[in-house]
């Protein structure tokens, strides 16, 4: 086995594992898990090098982080932990100052730590813009002030906003997700280019495009189209005719994007864990490649309307 790699998070002084562990999937966002292999998936990971997590407490309503917080008991100085406020249910949204404060405060228990290395404002484009950048990213920069939160970040879809927010809020960091994998790469069209400019870091998240480029169904509620689904079943078809898996390759392909320190994975058991590591060993054929680029053209960065209507013009 390939050792793992780590690199330097801009906007940070954080050395985080190329592949990270994202444990929405702890919470049973993807379907009901078995509690006690999450806890060995996490475990496992920590064992093979994984040192960057990332949990909020939308996952599961609060499970994933309760789930998280157990696994990580005693191994907490081994990690780079990262959780989110802000978003708390489907339709439930609460980005002021004093909400923030006080979710960040209910984390730390559910974590059993007393601080966090990242705390992110969670899907910024249910929020009002304004909002974000003069209330909620001073809130959490004056728990960073108090020692209880290490960096700042924002997550969200669109681009432009994430671009904006960040600039505008001086973010420490970004997490985007399904806008660079084998799907959607259209990441450098509005926003890496701005965060390289503000050295702003950025971690690349679902590299499976959350289960579509997996062997298994998405779940019920993926947004994707209906097209691009069957592009991803047509990609796995490929990557089993050149005897191999579309997941390895799927997280191969963001691994090389070189901006992004880490890639946030989805994970709840050992297998996958074990699975998702062979991606730091592998190398893309290049004709394998050049067919799923072919499938994938018709189909590629259609992506879907998330959060306010003037977040998505
Ligand atoms: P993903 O693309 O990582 O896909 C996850 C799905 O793939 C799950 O069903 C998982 O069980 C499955 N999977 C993982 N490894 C596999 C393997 N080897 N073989 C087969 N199936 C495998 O999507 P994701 O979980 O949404 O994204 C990763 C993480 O990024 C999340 O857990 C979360 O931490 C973060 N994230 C954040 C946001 C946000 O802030 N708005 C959005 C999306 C993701």
């Not at 996958?272 to 590591?277: A, F, G, I, M, S």
Request: glycine content about 8%.
């Amino acid at each position: 086995m390939r050792e793992m790699e780590y690199r330097t998070l801009d906007g940070t002084d954080l050395k985080v594992s190329v592949i990270g562990f994202g444990a929405s999937p702890l919470g049973n966002e993807f379907g009901a898990i078995d509690p006690d292999e999450g806890e060995r998936a996490v475990q496992h990971a920590i064992d093979s090098g994984i040192n960057l997590f990332d949990v909020s407490p939308y996952y599961g309503r609060t499970l994933a982080e309760e789930r998280l917080g157990k696994a990580l008991a005693g191994r907490r100085a081994e990690v780079v932990l990262a959780t989110k406020c802000g978003r708390y249910d489907v339709n439930g949204f609460d980005f002021s100052a004093r909400r923030v404060m006080a979710s960040a405060e209910e984390s730390l228990k559910r974590l059993r730590t007393d601080y966090l290395d990242i705390l992110h404002a969670h899907d910024i484009e249910f929020g009002d813009r304004e909002q974000i950048i003069h209330e909620t990213i001073p809130a959490l920069k004056k728990l960073k002030a108090q020692g209880k939160v290490r960096f700042v970040g924002v997550t969200g879809f669109p681009l432009h906003v994430l671009a904006d927010v960040a600039v505008r809020g001086r973010a420490d960091i970004v997490m985007s997700y399904c806008r660079y994998n084998l799907l959607v790469r259209d990441l450098d069209a509005e926003l890496t280019p701005v965060l390289r400019e503000n050295g702003i870091g950025l971690l690349n998240a679902s590299p499976l495009h959350m289960g579509i480029l997996t062997e298994c169904d998405p779940p019920a509620w993926h947004p994707a189209p209906e097209e691009v689904k069957q592009a991803g079943q047509a990609v796995a078809a490929i990557c089993r005719r050149y005897g191999t898996r579309v997941s390895t390759v799927a997280l191969r392909f963001c691994l090389n994007y070189s901006y992004a320190a880490s890639t946030l994975v989805g994970m709840s058991r050992c297998s996958q864990v074990k699975t998702n590591l062979e991606a730091l060993m592998m190398t893309i054929d290049a004709a394998l490649m050049a067919e799923i680029d072919r499938a994938v053209e018709p189909v590629l960065n259609r992506v879907w309307k998330s959060g306010r209507q003037e977040n998505n013009a």
